[in-house]
């Protein structure tokens, strides 16, 4: 099993560009979830999915879209991207009532 | 909001001694998780105590719940210069899907 994994690994965007943070888990995982962490903060959740065709809010949904259109995939959406979604960004997945598996996390700088 | 605050942010020790992290928390929760974090990495689950456990124990890890006061340690026995990380407890409710709410973690460096 590959677990969970994220791409691209480095992202730089310029303010106003758009892009799909991918992530896919070979686990048959229900549960996913994006995550951004900026120093000293520890994660907060951005968006999360508790099956395919299911997703909801976590705390810091502004500005970014989620879809889950299969059970392995769970892409997050930068719409219009800003200086302030500068971050490192994990995802993670996790079967009902277990723990998550996290992704190695993309880093995206925004200018 | 972060849920739950680790104490000390920092702590620093030598290769061999004991490591005591603590995490405390604001709301009810179902269960409390550990997750290490090595550096410029992702996070990596420890273990998964639940709120009707007091103490769970793994390999060289030993996890403490105490619910009345909200809170919870990490006890890293013999540590070794490859325990050198962040350590972040995280927190789940009863409100169905099993959100995760960090802390800010403690950064633990082991000396050799």
């Known amino acids: 099993n590959a677990g969970v994994t994220q791409t691209p690994k480095f992202q730089v965007l310029k303010t106003g560009q758009s892009m799909t943070l991918q992530c896919a888990q070979d686990?048959?995982?229900?549960?996913m979830s994006w995550y951004r962490q900026d120093p000293g903060m520890g994660l907060r959740l951005i968006h999360y999915?508790?099956?395919?065709?299911?997703?909801d809010q976590g705390e810091v949904p502004n500005g970014y879209n989620v879809s889950r259109s299969t059970t392995e995939d769970f892409p997050l959406r930068l719409l219009s991207a800003a200086p302030s979604q500068t971050s490192v960004y994990f995802c993670?997945?996790?079967?009902?009532?277990?723990?998550?598996?996290f992704g190695p996390g993309t880093r995206l700088t925004v200018l | 909001s972060q849920q739950g605050e680790e104490d000390p942010q920092a702590l620093s020790i030598q290769e061999g001694e004991n490591a005591t992290m603590n995490c405390s928390y604001k709301?009810?929760?179902?269960?409390l998780q550990w997750y290490r974090q090595n550096s410029g990495r992702g996070l990596v689950h420890l273990i998964l105590i639940r709120s009707n456990e007091r103490e769970k124990h793994s390999g060289r890890l030993r996890v403490t719940l105490d619910t009345s006061k909200k809170s919870s340690s990490l006890l890293i026995t013999a540590s070794r210069a490859a325990d050198t990380a962040s350590y972040f407890c995280a927190t789940v409710d009863n409100t169905g899907f099993q959100k995760l709410v960090f802390g800010t973690g403690t950064r633990l460096l082991v000396s050799p």
């Open positions: 686990m048959n995982h229900e549960y």
């Open positions: 993670a997945s996790s079967p009902r009532g277990g723990a998550q598996y």
């Open positions: 709301t009810s929760i179902n269960n």
């Open positions: 999915s508790v099956g395919a065709g299911i997703t």
